[in-house]
Each structure stands twice: as C-alpha cells, then as structure tokens.
C-alpha cells in the first residue's frame, strides 16, 4: 500500500538530485537582459559565460543580449557564444546609432569579437544583421509581467539611454520611461567607482551615464571598479572546459595582445592569465542577488559629473545602492570561476 511515507521519501529525492530552480530570493528563473560592449576586454565574454552557467543551472532566463558599441563584431560574438551554449535562439540587438566604437589601433578592441564573429558559428556576421538594440528592448519588455525584468549593462549605458528617451510605437503605446517603470524590477550595472573615482564604462559615453543614472525609474546596484578588479578568473577556462569554447578564445586572444605588453611573467604555452572580473560581478548580483557575497551602501545617491566621473553623495537619496565587499576575494572569484566554466546541455 502507498503511503504518506512513501512521498516523503520520494520527495527528499528528487530535492537531493535535483537543484532548485532559482537559487536566489524567487523560487522562479530571474528574467534577465544583459546589455555589454563585448570587447575590448575579455571580462564581458567572462560574464555572458556566468549567465549561461546561471540558466543552464535553472537560475536565469536569459531574454536578450544587446550590444551597446558601433563595432560590427559585438553582436555576432554575443551570437557566437550564446550558439556555443546551445542558445542561438536568443535575441541579439546592438546599436544602430552613433556611439562609441568598442575599440581602437591603440586598444585593439577587435582583437577577439572579430575573430569569434569570422571564427564560430552564429547567424548574424555583422552588425548590420542584427536586430536594432532599442525596438529589441521595446519588444521584450512589452511582452513581460510587470516589475518582472532584470537588466545588466557591462558597457556604456547609450543604449538604456535611447531606450528612455523612445517613443510610444507598434510594440508598446508606453513611452521608454514608462516602459521601463512598468516592466523592470532592477538595473545592475558595472560602472563608476566607490565612494568616488572613474571608471571606462561610465566615461565613454558621460552625457548617456548621466541621464540614465538621473532618470532611471527603478532600483539600480551599482558595482564598482574596486569590487571587480582583484577577482581574478580566466585560467580554468583553457584547462575545464571544450576546446571550442568562443569564450576560451576571447581570453586567450586578450592575453596574446595585452598580457604580453603588460605582464613579463605572461607565457601563453602556460594558459590564460588571471583577469580581473569586473562584468561578472553584476550579472552574479543580477540574478542570486546579496547572499553572503557583498553587502551594500544603500543611502545616497550616485553623482555624475560632465566627464562620466562619478561620487556617491548621501544627498539626495534615491532607490540606488552600491557593493561593498564581504567574501573573501578568492572565495568570491571560486564562485564566478566554477559558472564560467558550467558546460553546454548535451544535446
């Protein structure tokens, strides 16, 4: 005869050889859109590899990426990865406008985008082919419950800046800004420094920094230059994971441009060097959230000056916080490391 005992013990099963879907405060995957410059530096591709990991653990719903530069080798690099991990499915957008480049002769942000775009597998091939990063923004978030979005930018803010300012159209009758208030819960970004300082992202493009940061509707994180820069990942990349991983390669083509010039130790015969992550950092809060990883400064507001510069100020105080460390760095980057190099499904 079946009994209540009999459910319990199946039960205590499956919880034992199956993971709870969601592994932060909802039960269910965290909605999210992740908005990069996927080049210059290798940490973007590190944080697109997070995310992956996250879903493929049920942690995540990945929605769309969009890529925030002018170059036409973003948005088939974010294509190319997301194929690797079986998930060519996902929309990709970029922007269409005027912006920052992604790279130059003296940054080299070509170096890996171009050859994983020409390299590996992906639909798109160039810029051109891919979706127009705001209509994309517009289209996913009209289609979402409400206050149900996550939304993580690892580059210039330009395009959540376009996506304000957008107009009432086909997709929605809201305006950007309404939008935005309607559909997402949270923007974590990587950007700026704390309590003050500078920071790449913020400073490509200042007036877009501003105007987000100003603007923005809903609760924003912020995580610093300071809490990325001494989590060093990167080399379990060559020694755990397939080698056709674009991911792989985006870190190795990092290290034979940059690491030769900067780092005399640097020896590519040896794998890849240790890489700051700052990108990783808000995508791992974007979707598990605090946990025992940071804590946070939560009154205050983040000022933005003409340069992208940027000083927290404890007035006005508004729904904006930033991260503080509370793990032990090489606890921390343990973490990012073992989802970086979580594996495809097999199909």
Sequence with gaps: MVTKYFFINA???????????????????????????????????GALAVLHGLSIRGEAEILGVMCSTTSPWCAPCADAINTYYGRGDIPVGTLKGPGSPG????????????????YFPNRIRHKEYALDAVSLYRRILANQPDSSVVITVTGALTNLKNLLVSTADSLSPLDGKSLVNQKVKLLSVMGGAYPLGQESNFMVDPAATKQVVNEWPTPIMFSGFEIGEDLLTGPRLKTETPENNPVTYAYHLWDLYFARQFEPQFDPAKGIWPHSSFDQTAVLYAVRGLRNYWDSVQRGSNYIFEDGSNEWRESPDKEQSYLIEKMPRSALAEIIEDLMIVRPPIK
């Design 11 to 45: 039960f205590l099963i499956l919880l034992f050889y199956f993971p709870v879907l969601g592994q932060g405060n909802n039960s269910l995957p965290v909605k999210i859109i992740f908005d990069t410059d996927l080049g210059p530096d290798c940490d973007d591709a």
């Design 103 to 118: 790279g130059s002769d003296e940054w080299y942000g070509d170096s890996f985008n171009g050859f994983i775009a020409g």
